[in-house]
Structures are given as C-alpha cells and as structure tokens.
C-alpha cells in the first residue's frame, strides 16, 4: 500500500470527483477522501468536512507495524479560501507532521503527487512534486506570455536547467505505435518505468521523469519523436522508452 494518502478540498464535489477520477487512472492504488462543498450542499468549504476527511485518510494509512515515518496526507485545495480552511485545521491540531497542504495547481498538482506516491516516495517527495507542477506551468505560462506580448522576461529562478557534462548521450528517432499515444496513463506508466533507472530521459526536449511535461507534448500514436538519454543506465532507458512506446507496458 502506498505511503501517502490525499484530501482533495474543493468549492464543488463534482470538481474533486473529476479530480480524483482522472487521478486515479494514473495512480490506482492511491487512496483519495473527499471535502467538498458546504455542509448544506452549495458550493463552499466547510471545516467538518475537512476534518471528517482528513481522519479518515489518516487512519486509512497509518496501519499497525507501519513504517510511519514516510506516512502522511497531503491536502489539495482549489481556490484561497478552502486554503485556508485546510490550514487552520491544520493549525488547530499543532500541525501534525504526517500532514501537509501545499500550494499547487489541483488538477496537475493531484496527478504529479499521486503519480510520486503509486511510486513508493514519501509525504515530502510526494509534496515536492505536487509544488513542482506549480513551477512547471508558470515555466510554461512565462514563455507563453513573452510569445503573445514578443516581451522577452527574466528566467525564473527556479528555473530546472540541464546541464550536459561530458558524459555520453544516446539519441534514438522513435515512432509511437501505442493506440493511446503518450497521453495521461500512458505517461504515467512511462515516468514509473524509468523511475528506478539510473538515467536522465527527455523526449522531445522535456524531462520524461514529469508526467505533466510528457503529457504537454500532446504525442498521438503514429507520431515521431526525438528521445535523448544520459546516465549510467542511458542504454537501459532507450530501451524502455521504445519498448513503452510501443504499448508492451500498458
């Protein structure tokens, strides 16, 4: 069973179950509670709600014998306010440290956090990559703004760059013959698969450990693609990649 469970806290309960649905085609294992709306049934947050959920994530995780030290709940939030909610029952119970909200985006941040957890990382990795989305798409939004306004802006600081040392890298042309091309699951699978490998991958110029970037490139079946590896286990993970471009993983 994963180390990490979620609360997805939303102003409308058909939000997070469209949140959580598409989440978990990606991450079937992981385990998802529900706070949503006000208790009357509008559209709102509502404390008890929250803290109706979040007890039950947490006594879904923190098993008998469990390793509790990589347990913990993550909290997503759709708008400020449930935000705030969330916090404040955070804070009212000492913020316990197998608890954590962060700020990021709920869909993508969702779908890179439970990806991180179906791969066994921890309530900080898994909070990592869910604020790593965040990045991702101001990244993205920047160079979208400078294009639209032909303003040329700063880098942002956290900008990920990659360094190319002088160690090999392997370069492979690559058609997708997978029918679901290189969309959200199959993402998924692909970033899974190349976990445990001692490399660094991009397609198509994007890190191939991000399922939001993958998934970016809108790759159809039939479609070309430029895969680039460095590492240890650069070999292994071209490998990889054109066995799951195939569809030999789905």
């Given at each position: 069973m994963a180390c990490v469970a979620?609360?997805?806290?939303s102003h409308s309960q058909e939000l997070a179950e469209g949140v959580v649905e598409l989440a978990s085609q990606m991450a079937p294992d992981i385990h998802f509670e529900i706070a949503a709306g006000e208790d009357t049934g509008g559209l709102g947050t509502s404390m008890n709600k929250v803290e109706d959920a979040l007890d039950r994530a947490l006594a879904r995780i923190h098993k008998p014998g469990s390793d509790s030290c990589r347990r913990g709940v993550l909290l997503l939030t759709d708008l400020g306010s449930s935000t705030m909610v969330a916090q404040t029952v955070l804070e009212l119970r000492g913020n316990p440290k197998d608890c954590m909200c962060v700020t990021a985006p709920l869909v993508e941040g969702t779908v890179a956090a439970a990806v991180a957890a179906h791969g066994g990382s921890g309530l900080a990795q898994v909070a990592v990559a869910a604020c790593q989305s965040a990045i991702?798409?101001?990244e993205r939004a920047r160079t979208e703004i400078a294009h639209i306004t032909s303003v040329v802006l700063e880098p942002s600081s956290s900008s990920r760059i990659f360094e190319i040392t002088s160690q090999q890298i392997l370069e492979e042309e690559m058609t997708v013959s997978d029918p679901a091309g290189l969309h959200a699951r199959p993402a998924a699978l692909l970033v899974r698969a190349l976990a445990p490998i001692d490399?660094?991958?991009?397609?198509?110029?994007?890190?191939?450990?991000s399922v939001l970037e993958l998934m970016s490139l809108g790759v159809r079946q039939g479609q070309h693609i430029h895969v680039r590896a460095q590492g240890i286990e650069r070999e292994e993970a071209i490998r990889c990649v054109r066995e799951m471009l195939q569809g030999h993983g789905s």
């Open positions: 979620f609360v997805i806290i991702d798409l101001a490399a660094q991958v991009w397609i198509n110029d994007v890190d191939a450990s």
